[in-house]
């Protein structure tokens, strides 16, 4: 059974950075793709970044500012963001899906930690 479990939310000013992490379990990480989305209350969900095989691709709004990485030996998927903005506020979940991924959206990606929650204030 798959397990995601993220950590590393909190409260930040505008122009601060926060580091998420998301311990896997239950799955072969060398055949999964990983990522994070992010959902705003009244807002659809955004995917943020994704990574599989050294492949990192970036949703428009956070390139820049936000780096995706994997550890695959501890299971561990990381969110570094720098450079905070307000409308990065929401919760972020991590998710992961079976590869092959391509032209799956983040947000359909098969399995999703329960998310944990970043608020970014002026």
């Known amino acids: 059974q798959v397990q995601l479990v993220e950590s590393g939310g909190g409260s930040v000013q505008t122009g601060g950075s926060l580091r998420l992490s998301c311990v896997g379990s239950?799955?072969?990480?060398?055949?999964?793709?990983m990522g994070w989305f992010r959902q705003a209350p009244g807002n659809e969900p955004e995917g943020v970044a994704r990574?599989?095989?050294?492949?990192?691709i970036y949703g428009d709004s956070v390139k820049g500012r936000f780096t995706i990485s994997r550890d695959n030996a501890e299971m561990t998927l990381y969110l570094q963001m720098n450079r905070l903005k307000l409308e990065d506020t929401g919760a972020y979940y991590c998710v992961a899906a079976l590869a092959p991924c391509r032209g799956l959206p983040i947000t359909q990606f098969t399995y999703r930690g329960q998310g944990t929650q970043v608020t970014v204030s002026s």
């Open positions: 990574d599989w095989n050294g492949i990192k």
């Open positions: 239950g799955y072969d990480p060398d055949n999964y793709c």
